[in-house]
């Protein structure tokens, strides 16, 4: 029996579909104005991990996922600069440009993290017609009003307004900085639809003139379409519970006069070096510049199975140091399965497989699955165990089928590394340490120039001499 936790009721449910035939389930996607970081990816890693336990018991799929390439506008208020535009003037390309190229360059993080890509991933774009309806409807069912600069939302019609956040909202409210916007009814209402000022570039034809659609339309618009009036489950991170998620049941709500969606789940933040992941502090990842540094995608991956997506998980480079070496062990000793000849007893790998669905099942508890697959692997060595290791990772997502032994220890090291060499090695680990990338390549280019070659490793560095 699956069991998930969900946000609207506040507790642990047992899952039943709409629909036995299929599952239905909305995920809010990314903003394609910029890289999306490693903090994002988290979420995007549990909405896969959930896809994959509905998948494993037995259920067939239909989830969408929203590529946002209308610039929305800052954070979650209505005003402010678009950010689509902003980036666009930046880089002096099209929003069409800065969206295609984003949105390119997400798929290829999401395909390098396994994260496998939901049956219908819905542009903005492609669907304002669709919003543009669902306004309409809106204000003819007298939820909508206009002012001088776009079509809002009146909360004080939706009695309901506030049930996903419950003691979230009181909070966001005390803390919120409500911007100033006289014609508005409610300081919660939002907007559905702007008013284009002559120079916004993103702007379309409709019955209130040209502009541009609010954001949480958007998500609104696009799973009623695709998804109809009542569907199973909706995803995104905390963050949006209480103002983007609980937008979404005003409108949906108003507009099916009905529950629109049954089960609310939410991932908790990725945090860095115990604080806020922000562009000003640095912090803000890349899978690939993980990469560049010597974390392969999968280990990011397997960085994110040791939280529960409930849990605030923190990103530190000790950590991540931790789980490639954790990673890289759980690959040799499944090599040394797959090479047996042995079996093992069916009553053991019955246990083991039980057990691993009894975790996954009770709310998605991935890092005790995790363990489990640990304590599997001291078992002796067999095949049927790495079968068993690679059918659990149906839900995992760690390409364990690529098991492989431990990286041969480099003998080709010389013991006579000069000590300026060593030096200049041991300041470039601090510059890394310091997130001081421009001073780390420097480093290396200076050992480089000496001619010695420098090699990141699981441990740290190599040094050797160049051979050209
Ligand atoms: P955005 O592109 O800003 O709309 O964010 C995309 C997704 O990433 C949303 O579901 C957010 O809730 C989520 N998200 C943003 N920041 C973080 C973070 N630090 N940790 C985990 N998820 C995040
Ligand atoms: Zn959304």
Same mark, same amino acid.
């Not at 280990?299 to 490639?324: I, P, S, W």
């Not at 042995?342 to 995790?370: G, H, M």
């Not at 310091?434 to 420098?454: F, P, S, T």
């Given at each position: 029996?699956?069991?998930?936790?969900?946000?609207?009721?506040?507790?642990?449910?047992?899952?039943?579909?709409?629909?036995?035939?299929?599952?239905?389930?909305?995920?809010?996607?990314?903003?394609?104005?910029?890289?999306?970081?490693?903090?994002?990816?988290?979420?995007?890693?549990?909405?896969? $991990?959930?896809?994959? *336990?509905? #998948?494993?018991? @037995? !259920?067939?799929?239909? +989830?969408?996922?929203?590529?946002?390439?209308?610039?929305?506008?800052?954070?979650?208020?209505?005003?402010?600069?678009?950010?689509?535009?902003?980036?666009?003037?930046?880089?002096?390309?099209?929003?069409?440009?800065?969206?295609?190229?984003?949105?390119?360059?997400?798929?290829?993080?999401?395909?390098?993290?396994?994260?496998?890509?939901?049956?219908?991933?819905?542009?903005?774009?492609?669907?304002?017609?669709?919003?543009?309806?669902?306004?309409?409807?809106?204000?003819?069912?007298?939820?909508?009003?206009?002012?001088?600069?776009? $079509?809002?939302?009146? *909360?004080? #019609?939706?009695? @309901? !307004?506030?049930?996903? +956040?419950?003691?979230?909202?009181?909070?966001?409210?005390?803390?919120?900085?409500?911007?100033?916007?006289?014609?508005?009814?409610?300081?919660?209402?939002?907007?559905?639809?702007?008013?284009?000022?002559?120079?916004?570039?993103?702007?379309?034809?409709?019955?209130?003139?040209?502009?541009?659609?609010?954001?949480?339309?958007?998500?609104?618009?696009?799973?009623?379409?695709?998804?109809?009036?009542?569907?199973?489950?909706?995803?995104?991170?905390?963050?949006?519970?209480?103002?983007?998620?609980?937008?979404?049941?005003?409108?949906?709500?108003?507009?099916?006069?009905? #529950?629109?969606?049954?089960?609310?789940?939410?991932?908790?933040?990725?945090?860095?070096?115990?604080?806020?992941?922000?562009?000003?502090?640095?912090?803000?990842?890349?899978?690939?510049?993980?990469?560049?540094?010597?974390?392969?995608?999968?280990?990011?991956?397997?960085?994110?199975?040791?939280?529960?997506?409930?849990?605030?998980?923190?990103?530190?480079?000790?950590?991540?140091?931790?789980?490639?070496?954790?990673?890289?062990?759980?690959?040799?000793?499944?090599?040394?399965?797959?090479?047996?000849?042995?079996?093992?007893?069916?009553?053991?790998?019955?246990?083991?497989?039980?057990?691993?669905?009894?975790?996954?099942?009770?709310?998605?508890?991935?890092?005790?699955?995790?363990?489990?697959?640990?304590?599997?692997?001291?078992?002796?060595?067999?095949?049927?165990?790495?079968?068993?290791?690679?059918?659990?990772?149906?839900?995992?997502?760690?390409?364990?089928?690529?098991?492989?032994?431990?990286?041969?220890?480099?003998?080709?090291?010389?013991?006579?590394?000069?000590?300026?060499?060593?030096?200049?090695?041991?300041?470039?680990?601090?510059?890394?340490?310091?997130?001081?990338?421009?001073?780390?390549?420097?480093?290396?280019?200076?050992?480089?120039?000496?001619?010695?070659?420098?090699?990141?490793?699981?441990?740290?560095?190599?040094?050797?001499?160049?051979?050209?």
């Amino acid at each position: 029996m699956l069991k998930l936790y969900n946000t609207l009721t506040r507790r642990k449910e047992e899952f039943k579909p709409v629909s036995e035939k299929q599952v239905t389930m909305y995920s809010c996607g990314p903003t394609v104005y910029g890289f999306a970081h490693i903090g994002n990816m988290r979420t995007y890693v549990f909405m896969d $991990i959930l896809r994959r *336990v509905l #998948k494993l018991n @037995g !259920y067939k799929l239909k +989830s969408v996922m929203n590529i946002t390439d209308v610039g929305h506008l800052l954070a979650d208020s209505d005003d402010g600069e678009d950010k689509m535009e902003l980036a666009a003037r930046e880089q002096q390309k099209s929003p069409y440009e800065i969206a295609d190229f984003y949105t390119k360059v997400f798929m290829e993080d999401i395909a390098a993290l396994n994260i496998g890509k939901p049956e219908v991933i819905a542009k903005a774009t492609e669907h304002i017609s669709d919003m543009i309806k669902y306004v309409q409807k809106l204000a003819e069912l007298g939820y909508a009003y206009e002012t001088s600069d776009g $079509i809002y939302y009146d *909360v004080s #019609k939706f009695p @309901g !307004y506030g049930k996903l +956040s419950g003691a979230r909202l009181d909070q966001q409210i005390i803390g919120a900085r409500v911007e100033i916007n006289p014609e508005k009814r409610n300081p919660q209402d939002f907007a559905l639809w702007k008013k284009a000022e002559p120079n916004h570039i993103m702007q379309w034809q409709s019955p209130w003139g040209m502009g541009y659609p609010g954001w949480h339309i958007e998500c609104s618009a696009m799973s009623i379409k695709y998804l109809g009036k009542l569907f199973d489950i909706h995803t995104g991170g905390v963050d949006h519970i209480p103002i983007h998620h609980e937008n979404e049941i005003a409108q949906n709500e108003a507009m099916t006069g009905k #529950k629109s969606v049954n089960f609310w789940l939410h991932g908790e933040f990725m945090q860095v070096d115990g604080g806020k992941m922000s562009k000003s502090l640095k912090n803000t990842y890349t899978v690939a510049q993980l990469k560049d540094m010597g974390y392969e995608p999968m280990v990011f991956r397997y960085f994110c199975l040791q939280a529960h997506y409930r849990k605030t998980l923190n990103f530190t480079f000790e950590g991540m140091d931790a789980c490639k070496k954790a990673y890289e062990r759980l690959l040799s000793v499944l090599y040394k399965h797959k090479t047996s000849n042995k079996t093992t007893p069916k009553e053991i790998l019955d246990k083991y497989r039980a057990d691993f669905q009894d975790k996954v099942n009770d709310d998605l508890n991935i890092p005790l699955a995790v363990g489990g697959l640990f304590t599997m692997i001291k078992e002796d060595y067999s095949k049927d165990i790495y079968n068993l290791a690679v059918e659990m990772d149906k839900v995992f997502g760690l390409s364990l089928e690529k098991a492989r032994p431990l990286a041969e220890e480099d003998n080709t090291q010389h013991a006579d590394i000069p000590a300026a060499i060593t030096a200049l090695a041991e300041a470039r680990t601090e510059a890394k340490r310091n997130k001081d990338w421009a001073k780390a390549d420097a480093i290396r280019n200076e050992i480089n120039a000496a001619g010695y070659e420098l090699i990141d490793t699981k441990q740290g560095y190599e040094l050797r001499e160049r051979k050209n």
